[in-house]
């Protein structure tokens, strides 16, 4: 290897919270806090030999370093796959439609630029070559051993295998550590964990922590359902700056009381506000699935989670729900579900992770600077967005997307409102938040209309009908408004006299 150094891998752990010495050098990184280690095997859980093996992956784990080094070798201990992985992972070997393994191993980001999935040798060593070939003064050029430049890299330990470290030795000389970034705080079950995305670092939360320039702390369990007390002692260790919550899925498989899982859930959520209530945080409702390898257990109560999920967010101005079943093409759903039946391959991790980055973005800033902002938008397309702005003068509904080409905005009614003059930009967010609840008033043209019908799956009709609108917007009356003092009789007849006097190719509706 000519000219080397080498260094201690534990100094470059990112994304744990413990580390644990196995002697020989060795070193395990740990996810979870010491008392959520014994929550999760508690006679509170669902599964606790389950939860202990998927706990003990290292998923989201990660070494980061800057080297000037060319090559660098990582000595990596992997462990066979626990049961709870292999039992997923032999779904995925007799589904048809499934990728090819290997499933898990160790990838690298350098310089943003990721290499493929290795595996360790007999040897436990990971080699990476850190040159890009493409950037080669003339080709078939190799820099000398300790003339690279500077590099940084980061390394994904193995998400559905527990693993060890060692050393890592490189041919440069220097590696350094990279100082702690912002987090984002990943909750969830194997959807999370990483199943099935065949590279550690091309799982949905590694792609997103990406988007997000966060690091990731991965607590993805498989198997796992919402757990009152299993974030006990985690607040030490993370400083998240914003938090994703995906569970749920898992209550499908077996008997469960409606009366107690809603109170889990609401208990789960309370807790993730207590302990970090400035924090974002996205709740995802139900991923998709299907039925065809594990039909939906007859005594279980997952119809019911959605609404459990809504309703124990709403309290919380922090935290916004995500329509997860958007995040997938339903159509689509063989292709991209792994097994068959729930876990995402692939590509469903790269359209999971890029619908979810729209949401995140776009219901990031707090409600107040996107109400504003979608304010400023709905005056400059003047009477067009009449129905916009009075819904939002009045308080009457929450800004989903406020962006120059699109402003959707959710009513309580479940119903509506979207305007924007970039068809794709609003084909683009309701594929993002998914169809709603309820009809959609679109402010503009039949285009517009037609491309709202094609994202919703709906049929769009022409609407000049004042009580129609005021209908669909939840009140009998005109919007109130306290920036519009005055008698509430005078302000619907004024309201309704502007709607009269739009063209009737003006508001449409799709249902």
């Known amino acids: 290897m000519g000219p080397s150094i080498s260094a201690r891998a534990a100094d470059f752990f990112h994304g744990a919270v413990d580390a644990v010495s196995e002697g020989g050098g060795w070193v395990r990184p740990v996810r979870f806090a010491p008392a959520q280690l014994r929550a999760l095997a508690s006679v509170r859980a669902w599964h606790p030999g389950l939860y202990k093996q998927m706990a003990s992956c290292t998923s989201g784990v990660t070494l980061e370093f800057a080297t000037d080094a060319t090559r660098v070798l990582i000595e990596v201990r992997m462990d066979d796959f626990p049961r709870g992985s292999a039992a997923v992972l032999a779904d995925v070997e007799r589904y048809a439609g499934a990728p090819s393994g290997p499933h898990d191993g160790v990838s690298a980001d350098v310089d943003g630029r990721h290499l493929p999935l290795v595996l360790p040798d007999e040897g436990n060593l990971v080699e990476l070559y850190l040159e890009d070939p493409d950037a080669a003064p003339e080709q078939g050029l190799v820099r000398l051993p300790g003339m690279g430049v500077p590099h940084a890299v980061r390394v994904w330990l193995p998400c559905l295998a527990p693993c060890a470290v060692r050393e890592i030795v490189a041919d440069g000389t220097y590696i350094e550590p990279v100082a702690p970034r912002e987090q984002l705080l990943v909750l969830g079950d194997s959807i999370a964990q990483g199943f099935v995305s065949k590279d550690p670092g091309l799982s949905w939360p590694a792609r997103l922590a990406s988007h997000l320039n966060l690091e990731l702390v991965n607590q993805g369990v498989g198997g796992q359902v919402f757990q009152p007390g299993s974030l006990a002692g985690l607040a030490p260790y993370v400083k998240p700056a914003a938090i994703v919550v995906e569970l749920g899925e898992n209550y499908r498989y077996e008997p469960c009381s409606a009366s107690r899982t809603e109170r889990e859930v609401r208990a789960f959520l309370y807790e993730i506000s207590e302990t970090w209530p400035e924090v974002p945080t996205w709740v995802l409702t139900c991923p998709a699935h299907t039925e065809d390898v594990y039909p939906t257990h007859p005594r279980s109560c997952v119809s019911s989670v959605d609404a459990m999920i809504r309703s124990a967010a709403a309290p919380h101005p922090q935290m916004r729900v995500v329509e997860a079943a958007a995040l997938l093409d339903d159509e689509l759903l063989p292709e991209l579900l792994a097994d068959g039946s729930d876990h995402p391959g692939p590509e469903g991790q790269r359209m999971m992770a890029e619908r979810l980055a729209f949401v995140v973005d776009a219901t990031r800033e707090a409600p107040e600077l996107r109400l504003t902002r979608a304010l400023e938008l709905a005056r400059r397309e003047g009477a067009a967005a009449l129905p916009v702005a009075e819904c939002l003068r009045a308080g009457a509904g929450e800004v989903l997307v406020a962006d120059k080409g699109v402003v959707v905005v959710q009513l309580p009614t479940g119903a509506r409102v979207v305007m924007g003059p970039s068809r794709s930009a609003v084909r683009r967010a309701l594929t993002c938040l998914g169809p709603g609840a309820g009809a959609t008033l679109v402010c503009g043209g039949r285009s517009l209309a037609r491309e709202v019908a094609r994202s919703t799956g709906g049929h769009a009709r022409s609407c000049h009908n004042a009580a129609e609108i005021l209908s669909l917007m939840g009140d009998a009356e005109a919007p ?32």
């Open 480 to 511: 109130r408004s306290e920036e519009r003092p005055g008698d509430a009789e005078a302000q619907a007849l004024e309201w309704a006299s502007g709607l009269e006097t739009l063209p009737a190719s003006q508001f449409w509706v799709v249902a």
